[in-house]
T-cell receptor, first 111, second 112 residues
C-alpha cells in the first residue's frame, strides 16, 4: 500500500535553532500537506504543496515530486513550535480524498 | 479557529452506551471526513462524504455509523464500542475531494 515515512521521529531543539523535517512517500503524489498538531490535538494546516517551494514566515516547505520527498524547514524555532508535525498525501484518482498520514515528527523546543 | 467545530470535546462512555459525535463546518465546503487517531498510530481515515454522499468507508466496524444530513454537518453515531476504540476522533472538511483538508479540534473518547 501507500507508504508515508517521516524523519526524524523525535527532535529536541533549543529555542532559536533551525531544523529540517523530511517526508518520503512511496508513490506519485497528487496532494501533499504538512500539518502541525498542538498539544491539545488541533491539527493546523501549514502547507498544501504537491510540488515546488512555499514559505510562510519562519516556515517553508519544498516538495520534489519526481524524487518522492518533501521537506519542512523551521527557522529560529520558538517554544510554541513544539508539537507533532505530520505530512500527508493523497494520490488522487479513485482515492476519493483519502489522505495517508505519516507517523509524525515530535518536536520539542526548549527555552 | 479553522472553521470546523466538533462537540463534545471530551466523552467518556461505557461499552453499552449509545452516543453521537457532531461536526459542523462553516467554510462552505462540499466534502467532510472522519479520522481516528489512536496513541502511537498515524491518523486513519474512517469515512469520506462528498455532497452528502458517502464515497469511502475505510473498513470501519459497523459499531461506528456516520450520518451526513447536509454539507455542513457530519455525525458519527457510536454504539457498543470497545475499550480499544478510545482515541481522538477528528473531523475535517474540504472544498472538494482533492482540496486542502481543514480539521476540527477533535473529540477525545474514552470507552470504559
Amino acid at each position: 500500500g501507500i507508504q508515508v515515512e517521516q524523519s526524524p521521529p523525535d527532535l529536541i531543539l533549543q529555542e532559536g535553532a533551525n531544523s529540517t523535517l523530511r517526508c518520503n512517500f512511496s508513490d506519485s503524489v497528487n496532494n501533499l500537506q504538512w500539518f502541525h498538531q498542538n498539544p491539545w490535538g488541533q491539527l493546523i494546516n501549514l502547507f498544501y504543496i504537491p510540488s515546488g517551494t512555499k514559505q510562510n514566515g519562519r516556515l517553508s516547505a519544498t516538495t520534489v515530486a519526481t524524487e518522492r520527498y518533501s521537506l519542512l524547514y523551521i527557522s529560529s524555532s520558538q517554544t510554541t513550535d513544539s508539537g507533532v508535525y505530520f505530512c500527508a498525501r493523497n494520490a488522487g484518482g479513485t482515492s476519493y480524498g483519502k489522505l495517508t498520514f505519516g507517523q509524525g515528527t515530535i518536536l520539542t523546543v526548549h527555552p | 479557529e479553522t472553521g470546523v467545530t466538533q462537540t463534545p470535546r471530551h466523552l467518556v462512555m461505557g461499552m453499552t452506551n449509545k452516543k453521537s459525535l457532531k461536526c459542523e463546518q462553516h467554510l462552505g465546503h462540499n466534502a467532510m471526513y472522519w479520522y481516528k487517531q489512536s496513541a502511537k498510530k498515524p491518523l486513519e481515515l474512517m469515512f469520506v462524504y462528498s455532497l452528502e454522499e458517502r464515497v469511502e468507508n475505510n473498513s470501519v466496524p459497523s459499531r461506528f455509523s456516520p450520518e451526513c444530513p447536509n454539507s455542513s454537518h457530519l455525525f458519527l453515531h457510536l454504539h457498543t464500542l470497545q475499550p480499544e476504540d478510545s482515541a481522538l476522533y477528528l473531523c475535517a472538511s474540504s472544498l472538494g475531494i482533492q482540496e486542502t483538508q481543514y480539521f476540527g479540534p477533535g473529540t477525545r473518547l474514552l470507552v470504559l
